[in-house]
T-cell receptor
Framework: ETGVTQSPTHLIKTRGQQVTLRCSSQ?????VSWYQQALGQGPQFIFQ???????GRGNFPPRFSGLQFPNYSSELNVNALELDDSALYLC????????????????FGAGSRLTVL | GENVGLHLPTLSVQEGDNSIINCAYS??????FIWYKQESGKGPQFIID?????DKRQGQRVTVLLNKTVKHLSLQIAATQPGDSAVYFC???????????FGKGTKLSVKP
């Protein structure tokens, strides 16, 4: 059973640029969630994808967007990068039986560390 | 790897002692709680969970206690080992919502 894999592991961008982060979910999982973790803080929920549609969103602006593909993998896109976007971006997968996928254990990847200069 | 423990509350224990990590959660409507462990350079790893219809749940060397009256959660680790050194997060979930709300975390340091 493969776990959650994320790429790239580290990347550096400049303000105003765009970034795409990728995530492969754990085998057997159909739901993907993205979290932002600033240094010294707990992860903050960005959004969740189920059946290729956004299924819940946290307090993040529209320049944070995502996709889920038929194989359940996912992308996180961030446009017009700002310095405060520097963080560890975590992808987590879970297995949900319905649209409302609360209360399911999330399996996290190791994250993509984004630095915005 | 990155230091996820900057500016976090720290608990330092001697190897072999028991550890108790506390967490105050925010939403009285939350009905599902999870403890995660995060080692430097890694993503959070599931430890144990508990639903709001229980007040105690035990795993291997770990016990979670839930006090809904005061919205308090604790994680007890028996016979703490150096490999337990990490940042520990509690997280809560409310009903059908798909997201977890994480606490700020506690850094556990185990002295050999």
């Amino acid at each position: 059973e493969t776990g959650v894999t994320q790429s790239p592991t580290h990347l550096i961008k400049t303000r105003g640029q765009q970034v795409t982060l990728r995530c492969s979910s754990q085998s057997g999982h159909n739901t993907v969630s993205w979290y932002q973790q600033a240094l010294g803080q707990g992860p903050q929920f960005i959004f969740q994808y189920y059946r290729e549609e956004e299924n819940g969103r946290g307090n993040f602006p529209p320049r944070f967007s995502g996709l889920q593909f038929p194989n359940y993998s996912s992308e996180l896109n961030v446009n017009a990068l700002e310095l405060d976007d520097s963080a560890l971006y975590l992808c987590a997968s879970s297995r949900a039986s319905g649209v409302r996928s609360g209360a399911n254990v999330l399996t996290f990847g190791a994250g993509s560390r984004l630095t915005v200069l | 790897g990155e230091n996820v423990g900057l500016h976090l509350p720290t608990l330092s224990v001697q190897e072999g002692d028991n550890s108790i990590i506390n967490c105050a959660y925010s939403n009285s409507a939350s009905d599902y709680f999870i403890w995660y462990k995060q080692e430097s350079g890694k993503g959070p790893q599931f430890i144990i969970d508990i639903r709001s219809n229980m007040d105690k749940r035990q795993g291997q060397r770990v016990t979670v206690l839930l006090n809904k009256t005061v919205k308090h959660l604790s994680l007890q680790i028996a016979a703490t080992q150096p490999g337990d050194s990490a940042v520990y997060f509690c997280a809560e979930n409310k009903g059908s919502q798909g997201n977890l709300i994480f606490g700020k975390g506690t850094k556990l340091s185990v002295k050999p």
